[in-house]
């Protein structure tokens, strides 16, 4: 079968007039770590390329690095041998896209508010958005696959974490294979990128109404309720009940439930991924109960 060889060279540099780089030091967990995280990044990242694109990318990161007065750099070599493309990707590179999207990541990672510790993402027809300062941000599909990567945003985290130390004060990342791709990261936005956050990709949203039969209750107001749709019974829920006068009315004993109770109820509904190649999982929320219709109270009007 057809082979082409792709190759990137990125140079990882950090400078400060920290003591142990003006002496050509640097920690050596420091420097481990910082190896390793270029390793799980890009290797990562053509992992999700090869999902999205059909790809068969085998990636390996090769490093060599040296010192000069008050920095500390090396330099790697991504090399991948790449099977006959499945899927046009308009004459790019699979590294030419793995570099672009990761330089954009990073970008928008920097931007985020360290306070904003859940990264939200919904598909949309154009694409995919997050808010990023209270604007909308359309991003691509493969942007999103490496925002709603955990590895990748460790690893990411991972770069930046040498910043933490006194006199450490830049990390730059030049790609010499695309001189425009230059990421910079400084003290000042460090914290951005080493705060661990949470994500969620929001694939479709909607509401819920009507009569369920209650299945499984809880009296955890943070545990889910199984309900069973009146109407249909092959349609059946988790959800989890938000409704303060129903929860208060539950806490105080004034609500007594027991199973084929019907709730009359209101909610939210969304669908999302743990990443962009996962799988789909529901989540339901009732903000309303409007009625329950005890089982006994059923069975005395039927007769």
């Known amino acids: 079968m057809y082979m082409l060889v792709n190759e990137g060279t990125l140079k990882v540099h950090y400078d400060g007039d920290n003591e142990h780089l003006i002496q050509h030091q640097m920690n050596a967990k420091l420097v481990s770590k910082s190896i390793n995280a270029v390793d799980i990044l890009y290797c990562e990242a053509f992992k999700e ?32 041998i790449e099977r006959e493309q499945q899927q046009d990707t308009n004459d790019k590179s699979s590294y030419s896209l793995v570099s672009v999207a990761i330089e954009r990541v990073i970008s928008l990672l920097k931007l985020i508010p360290i306070e904003q510790v859940e990264i939200i993402i919904t ?104 309900l069973i749709s009146e109407s249909n019974p092959s349609y059946s829920i988790n959800a989890v009940i938000t409704d303060p006068t129903f929860l208060k009315a539950v806490a105080d004993n004034k609500e007594k439930f027991s199973k084929d109770d019907l709730l009359n109820i209101q909610g939210t509904w969304y669908k999302e991924k743990a990443k962009l190649t996962g799988k789909i999982t529901s989540t339901y929320t009732i903000i309303e109960v409007k009625e329950h219709v005890k089982y006994e109270e059923r069975q005395w009007k039927l007769l």
Request: with cysteine; net charge negative.
């Open 123 to 226: 598909e949309t027809i154009e694409g995919y958005e997050l808010i990023v300062e209270n604007e909308k941000v359309v991003i691509n599909e493969l942007e999103c696959a490496f925002l709603t990567n955990e590895k990748i945003r460790g690893a990411i985290s991972d770069l930046a974490s040498p910043l933490n130390e006194n006199g450490i004060d830049t990390l730059t990342i030049s790609d010499f294979s695309h001189s425009e791709n230059t990421i910079t990261v400084s003290n000042l936005d460090k914290h951005n990128l080493i705060v661990k956050r949470k994500h969620k990709q929001i694939v479709e949203t909607g509401t819920i109404c009507g009569l369920f039969y209650v299945e499984d209750l809880s009296y955890n107001p943070h545990s889910k309720w199984k």
């Open 49 to 80: 390329i090869n999902k999205i694109y059909k790809h068969k990318v085998e990636t390996e990161v090769f490093i060599e690095g040296g010192f000069q007065e008050g920095s500390l750099w090396w330099l790697c070599k991504i090399f991948g």
